[in-house]
């Protein structure tokens, strides 16, 4: 959608929140970048959750269950870095309206 408002196709790859890009508004573009950076979260903790309880309650004492565990824990980083995004966007988002 982006794409189709800017006048200067380059323009694509600077921030939302410069000054004279021709746009959408500012508002807009913060409650898009929310509900992605949300939905994402959600997906993203979920992908990571639903595994381990598989490993847990298939495999329950052994010595395998711990170390496929912690491979599947590894969405651990992604979860906090798209919970880091989400913070910079609302930061960034304040300070552009």
């Not at 380059?10 to 929310?34: E, F, Q």
Request: proline share 5%.
């Amino acid at each position: 959608m982006r794409q189709a408002r800017l006048r200067v196709f380059s323009n694509v790859w600077l921030p939302p929140y410069l000054p004279g890009l021709n746009c959408m508004d500012p508002a807009k573009v913060n409650a898009v970048l929310t509900a992605h950076s949300v939905l994402g979260i959600i997906i993203d903790a979920s992908l990571m959750a639903l595994p381990v309880w598989v490993v847990y309650t298939t495999m329950l004492s052994s010595r395998k269950s711990v170390q496929v565990a912690l491979v599947f824990s590894v969405g651990v980083f992604v979860v906090i870095t798209g919970i880091v995004r989400f913070v910079y966007i609302c930061v960034e988002s304040q300070h552009a309206l």
